[in-house]
């Protein structure tokens, strides 16, 4: 069974512009979320997608979004990007997030990792 | 947004030593993971703990989680080369309506000294 898949490996983006990030989950898992992980912050959550609709939401300011279609890949977008935006941005999948906790065990992908000059 | 705390930050030990982490939370979880992570990877999912009490192994891995359920523990026995690398613990908060996202500490940096 494949794992979580996330292109591409490595961006490099100038400030302003704006960026999309592709995550296609393990098959059958229903519910994918994003983190970022910065050397400073660590690893901190993004949102959640559920059935195309999201269901849950970190501290992240409106320039991050994200999208799920009906096959569960997921997209997330940055907008307006700025230097602190440099990071590795990871997918994480699950059976069923809004489930039994045994079907919450989110895997992660390789992540992709966003420089921002 | 919320971080956990877990220490120590990173542990330098010889091969064959055990090794011991902790992670506290000023919040309280119903779910404790860990996970590691090597260079240019995601995190990889070590143990799930999902009761107050529990304690959980995975081969030379044992894991508990505490009884106030704001902190948990990672032991790994008789340390081989391929155990290098960051641990992170992460707590999440579940109920019957959902789950929030994983809230992760700042990682344990494991080196295996010759």
């Known amino acids: 069974k494949a794992g979580v898949t996330q292109t591409p490996r490595y961006l490099i983006k100038t400030r302003g512009q704006q960026v999309t990030l592709s995550c296609s989950p393990i098959?059958?898992?229903?519910?994918v979320s994003w983190y970022q992980q910065t050397p400073g912050q660590g690893l901190q959550f993004l949102f959640e997608y559920f059935s195309e609709t999201q269901r849950n939401k970190g501290n992240f300011p409106g320039r991050f979004s994200g999208r799920q279609f009906s096959n569960s890949r997921s997209e997330m977008n940055v907008s307006t990007l700025e230097l602190g935006d440099s990071a590795l941005y990871l997918c994480?999948?699950?059976?069923?997030?809004?489930?039994?906790?045994?079907?919450?065990?989110?895997?992660f992908g390789a992540g992709t990792r966003l420089s921002v000059l | 947004g919320q971080q956990l705390n877990q220490s120590p930050q990173s542990m330098f030990i010889q091969e064959g030593e055990d090794v011991s982490m902790n992670c506290t939370s000023s919040s309280i979880f119903n779910t404790w993971l860990w996970y590691k992570q090597d260079p240019g990877e995601g995190p990889v999912l070590l143990i799930a703990?999902?009761?107050?009490?529990e304690l959980t192994s995975n081969g030379r891995l044992t894991a508990q989680f505490g009884t106030t359920r704001k902190d948990s523990f990672l032991n790994i026995s008789a340390s081989i080369p391929s155990d290098v690398g960051i641990y992170f613990c992460?707590?999440?908060?579940?109920?019957?309506?959902?789950?929030?996202?994983?809230?992760f500490g700042k990682g344990t940096h494991l080196i295996i000294q010759p």
């Open positions: 992460a707590g999440q908060w579940y109920s019957g309506g959902g789950a929030d996202g994983l809230t």
């Open positions: 703990l999902y009761k107050a009490g």
């Open positions: 098959s059958g898992h229903r519910s």
């Open positions: 994480a999948s699950s059976l069923d997030f809004h489930g039994h906790p045994l079907k919450n065990i989110q895997y």
